[in-house]
């Protein structure tokens, strides 16, 4: 089984600072590892995922995040964050499954407070 | 566009009352999730289904039902026995491949 500790439950900041939102994960296998966000009252959307291959990936609005299989962590970073990225954002974790339909493990979310 | 579809958007449900939360999806996903959104509590799944007249109990079912007859419906029924049913309730789906694709979700409110 998986688990997936999301170390920060709200992270305030000034606008055009630089954010991290933490994720840990655990697992006895490999995994997949996504982050999701959500604006208030809509459902989730994907923000960025890492399935194999290079350990940095980007989303098209700024964020990256960096799989670090040693430290079994996936943390998203901002190096400028805008008013707009006001949201929680959820870190999910899955074993690796070629493609086949495995659920998600969840994070309990992080409130990112963006004020100007 | 391909999506999935949750309604109604806003629910009441009386004391003692049934509620159905429709979720439709149109992306051709095998599996389908239902989830419960408290504050602070994160994702909870309720009922989830790989296949078509299959579903499994995820880790709060109680006072929940669902069905799954046809592949692009997975409907939610909150029954008179969930105590406590006033929350925030997002459907997703999966298919072959990476990640869920959820609804916008529908909030229900005990009254």
């Known amino acids: 089984a998986q688990s997936v500790t999301q170390l920060d439950s709200q992270v305030p900041v000034f606008e055009e600072a630089p954010v991290e939102l933490r994720c840990n994960y655990s697992?006895?296998?490999?995994?997949?590892l996504f982050w999701y966000v959500q604006y208030p009252n809509q459902g989730l959307q994907l923000l960025l995922k890492y399935l194999s291959g290079s350990t940095l990936v980007e989303s098209i609005n700024g964020f990256e995040a960096e799989f670090n299989k040693s430290q079994t962590s996936f943390h998203l970073r901002k190096p400028s964050v805008h008013i707009s990225d006001t949201a929680e954002y959820f870190c999910?974790?899955?074993?690796?499954?070629?493609?086949?339909?495995?659920?998600?493990?969840f994070g309990k979310g992080t409130l990112l407070t963006v004020n100007p | 566009d391909g999506g999935i579809t949750q309604s109604p958007k806003y629910l009441f449900r009386k004391e003692g009352q049934n509620v159905t939360l429709s979720c439709e999806q149109n992306l051709n996903h095998d599996a389908m999730y239902w989830y419960r959104q408290d504050p602070g509590q994160g994702l909870r799944l309720i009922y989830y289904?790989?296949?078509?007249?299959?579903?499994q109990k995820g880790d709060i079912a109680e006072g929940y039902s669902v069905s799954r007859e046809k592949k692009e419906s997975f409907p939610l029924t909150v029954t008179s026995a969930q105590k406590n049913p006033t929350a925030f309730y997002l459907c997703a789906s999966s298919g072959y491949g990476y990640g869920y694709t959820f609804g916008s979700g529908t909030r229900l409110t005990v009254v």
């Open positions: 289904s790989q296949i078509v007249n299959d579903f």
């Open positions: 697992s006895s296998v490999s995994v997949y």
């Open positions: 999910a974790v899955s074993r690796d499954s070629g493609g086949s339909n495995y659920k998600l493990t």
